[in-house]
């Protein structure tokens, strides 16, 4: 499989997790990707355990998929020169640094730009132009800031983050796509390009249809548990052993659901009639369907809501979900043999390019594992 980024170089001077993501999903897609990391600690998420095996710790392996490991202090004269000896041939540089970093280094955008006026360079930040724009950004402050803890939890419990750092994880995904339209537009015009991705609006802007609510009504509905703001029943439901989650669309449905519950009396009760209907009068509603729903195991239900033609599936635990068929049979997860760690499993790309999925070419780097290697020379 000839991958589409083969051939793009990507110098990566990021740490943590939004850097590191959205290089890891170039370097999937084909990018020869040099991540640059401290000669004594490396990259800060390879302390971040336990879980470690073979010294490695999950947190980085997670993300360090199909890239090199060099080490370099960037605050001496030979790392300073090896940097912009990369950079100077590199196709795209991201870094997350600390605003004016690596400007005062003389690795800033106006210094490499004149030896390499088509490089891309990517700085991932906090917040951005504005009154913050010095302060740091972390996931978990993001999160609580921009709103997502706001709606995220159950309406009479504390405000909630999302179980995954997903203000970097959005973030990285901006960046790579950012960086995709920048490779695609010089390929066309020529020059480079200096992209700037915010953690902070990269998470407002993941608030999506919740934001545009707000922003037409003026009403903060706040936090709801599993159900949805604006369509109902789309929730989980305990079943006499676990949860189940249902997911109705639309009226048709909803009427093919009571069917399927022996609850048609639902489908013609008036209050129940459209999806507006059902919103005003959620909670009797919920509390109708969960009293059908806690007659049956979850194994029953789902078998006969799908056969009803309504989406329905399980609520499951990370074993559950290594434990499924179709991750199993998938491809997702694939094994890589590791110089520290030995044999070990990796969930692999979820892009699938003409129905082939990118191969993990190289297991997640040990620090400086590449740094004697020619590197682009």
Request: proline fraction near 6%; charge should be negative.
């Amino acid at each position: 499989m000839r991958l589409p980024l083969e051939g793009v170089k990507v110098l990566d001077l990021s740490r943590v997790l939004a850097g590191p993501y959205a290089t890891m999903l170039l370097a999937d897609l084909g990018a020869d990707v040099i991540k640059v990391e401290h000669p004594e600690r490396g990259d800060d998420t390879r302390g971040w355990g336990p879980p470690f095996v073979g010294g490695e710790s999950a947190y980085f392996l997670s993300v360090n998929r199909n890239k090199r490991s060099i080490v370099v202090d960037l605050k001496s004269e030979e790392g300073f020169e090896r940097v912009k000896k990369l950079a100077s041939t590199a196709d795209v540089l991201i870094e997350n640094m600390k605003r004016g970093t690596l400007e005062k280094l003389g690795l800033g955008y106006e210094a490499l730009k004149e030896t390499n006026p088509d490089l891309i360079y990517c700085s991932i930040t906090g917040f951005g132009p504005g009154p913050d724009d010095e302060k740091p950004g972390y996931d978990f402050l993001i999160q609580a800031r921009a709103g997502i803890m706001g709606i995220t939890g159950w309406p009479d419990g504390e405000p909630t983050k999302v179980g995954v750092a997903i203000a970097d994880m959005v973030c990285g995904l901006y960046a790579s796509n950012a960086i995709l339209a920048a490779l695609h537009r010089r390929s066309g015009t020529g020059g480079g390009a200096r992209i700037e991705v915010p953690l902070f609006e990269s998470t407002l802007s993941w608030l999506g249809n919740r934001a545009q609510e707000f922003l037409v009504t003026g009403e903060d509905v706040g936090r709801l548990g599993n159900e949805h703001p604006t369509i109902t029943p789309y929730q989980t439901f305990d079943t006499s052993d676990k949860p189940v989650a249902v997911a109705v669309g639309n009226d048709a449905q909803f009427m093919r659901l009571c069917e399927a519950i022996g609850r048609e009396d639902l489908a013609d009760d008036g209050r129940y009639s459209t999806n507006a209907d059902r919103i005003a009068n959620r909670g009797e509603l919920a509390a109708e369907l969960g009293e059908m729903f806690s007659t049956r195991t979850s194994e029953e239900w789902i078998e006969a809501v799908r056969e009803a033609g309504v989406p329905c599936g399980p609520v499951n635990s990370l074993t559950d979900v290594f434990e499924d068929e179709h991750v199993l049979s998938s491809g997702i997860l694939t094994e890589v043999e590791h110089p520290a760690a030995g044999m070990m499993r990796l969930l692999s790309s979820p892009i699938l390019m003409d129905g082939e999925r990118p191969a993990v070419r190289r297991p997640p780097p040990t620090l400086g594992e590449h740094t004697d290697e020619p590197v682009w020379e």
